[in-house]
């Protein structure tokens, strides 16, 4: 979702490269300017006679509990207290600045703790795939600092990833990954990422894939891209001391192919994930429930496969400031209990740094308010198989333009070419 989103906010933390952290977190959320992603076609809802859950009306005494608090009134769903939540994070940077942003959240929710930070390696060239130096250290450190925290990093599966590549191009690239000619960029990164002390981390590999925007597609070939997932996963496993989770996490609905068909077999998914947002215009969020491949259907394939589930990326989109999706999306996320949640918090889709969304970010705020102590994500208990394949060369990526990286290792990239096109 939003991958023109995620460029401007390279672009955006790479203009911004003078600003110190002390200066953002005095400054509070800023908002970002809105992003535009292609809309899938409109699922049709097929009818069923079991509920969509609502959250329940707060008591008399939470209500009065609830307004008390600074700035927050009761609403739907708002608790108080230290009531075990769902681990929960946001996205609020790709690069260091999104770490220093917790702390602000945190605050704003009246000290209930973000347990989950998330972020998203660049998919410009193979070199961004592995984990560039600098990239991971601000994030590996506030892993490292309390053992009951969670890093979920998104990792592209292709270079070029989001320069609309076709799909012939694609289905040929899927052939060639699945004998194998990319798989040392992968072991790279498992090594990087073990080395980092953060052997761990969730790894939202190729997310989305059901859809048409990213060359990590699978519409193309899904036979290539589940051989492909599969050497992936075979590979990063192989790194010793690792201990990665592989989060298979596609877009909520239909989309250009059914995310079931892309799956890629029980011993190589960990997590079962979806990103959910709230789209297309005029869907609510009870047919968001129920459509084809929609929140139910997610949930009760997880629960076939024995896997946990989680929503990597949720927020508000097409439907703008919609307190109703949000006081349903919150409900469902308490009910199913997912390992982890992240809802992108920036303009169209957040409720912190976008001020677009006043009614949203009320009934966010009052339901995270004031917890206490939140669980970790559980431990993995998925066995781990042994390695198979090995790795060839990989072709040298073509001579493109990539998109900026994070502020912080601004000077990783002066070295590199830069784009100064119209849209940067």
Known sequence: MAPQGRRARYRLTLISAGITIAAVLAAGPVPTPATSTPTPPVPTATPSTVSVPTASTPSAAAAAAAAAKPGVSASPGATTGAVAISPFGAFLDSGPLGVARITGLR???????????????????WTDIEGPPGFLDAWAR?????????????????????????????????????????????????????????????LVLGWEMNGITYTHRCGPDPAAWKAYWKRIVRTMRSVPGQRFRFDFTPSRGRDAVPWTECYPGDDTVDIIGMDAYDQPAGLSFEQQVKEPYGLRQHAE?????????????????????????????????????????????????????????????????????????????????TPVPEPTGSAVPAPKPADDCPAPGPADWLQYWLGRKFCFGPDR
């Open 142 to 202: 506030w892993r490292r600092e309390r053992a009951d925290r969670t890093l979920v990093l998104n990792v592209p599966m292709q270079a070029h990833n989001e320069e609309n590549v076709p799909d012939g191009q694609v289905r040929e690239l899927l052939g060639q990954a699945a004998a194998g000619a990319f798989d040392r960029h992968f072991r790279t990164l498992a090594e990087r990422l073990v080395a980092q002390k953060v052997p761990d981390t969730v």
């Open 301 to 381: 394939f997880a629960k076939a496969h024995r896997k946990p589930i989680s929503f990597p990326e949720w927020g508000l989109f097409r439907n703008g400031d919609n307190p109703g999706y949000m006081r349903g999306m919150l409900a469902w996320i308490e009910e199913h209990k997912p390992l982890y949640n992240t809802l992108t918090d920036y303009c169209p889709h957040g409720v912190w740094q976008c001020a677009s969304n006043p009614r949203s970010s009320q009934v966010y705020r009052s339901f995270l308010y004031g917890h206490g102590d939140q669980p970790a994500a559980p431990a993995p208990t």
């Open 107 to 125: 605050s704003w929710l009246g000290g209930t703790e973000p347990k989950v930070a998330h972020t998203y390696l660049p998919g410009g060239e």
